[in-house]
Every structure is written in structure tokens, then in C-alpha cells.
């Protein structure tokens, strides 16, 4: 899944919880790959913080 996170900081954690607890995905290996094109609020640190905590984030900051 490709995510565009631009001052999202409200919601990648809360997209993160709906994904990982939707039942039918759970028989697929996914990756969840955010692209945060230059956020000035917090959407890079706690992206980043999901990314320490589960392999199937990807974090790209341009």
C-alpha cells in the first residue's frame, strides 16, 4: 500500500491500527509505504516511529 503523508500527523497511526486489525489482509503479506513530501508538522517522527516498531512500514521523506 502506498500512503501519501502530508501533514498527517493525526493520522498515521490511526491508518496503521485499521490496516494491521482488517482481518482479510491479515492471509497477505503486505508493506505499508508512506511518502511524506516534506511535512513541517510531526508526520516524520511518528512515521518513523512506526517504522522502528513494524518491518512492514517504509518511510520515504522527500
Same mark, same amino acid.
Given at each position: 500500500?502506498? #500512503? *501519501?503523508?502530508?501533514? @498527517?500527523?493525526?493520522? %498515521?497511526?490511526?491508518? &496503521?491500527?485499521?490496516? /494491521?486489525?482488517?482481518?482479510?489482509? /491479515?492471509? &497477505? @503479506?503486505? @508493506?505499508?509505504?508512506?511518502?511524506?513530501? !516534506? /511535512?513541517?508538522?510531526?508526520? /516524520?517522527?511518528?512515521? !518513523?516511529? *512506526?517504522? *522502528?516498531?513494524? %518491518?512492514? #512500514?517504509?518511510?520515504?521523506?522527500c
Amino acid at each position: 500500500m502506498i #500512503v *501519501l503523508v502530508f501533514n @498527517e500527523q493525526r493520522c %498515521p497511526l490511526c491508518f &496503521y491500527q485499521t490496516v /494491521s486489525d482488517f482481518q482479510p489482509l /491479515s492471509q &497477505y @503479506e503486505i @508493506e505499508i509505504i508512506c511518502i511524506n513530501d !516534506g /511535512s513541517r508538522d510531526k508526520t /516524520s517522527d511518528i512515521t !518513523g516511529a *512506526l517504522l *522502528l516498531s513494524d %518491518p512492514i #512500514v517504509t518511510l520515504i521523506n522527500c
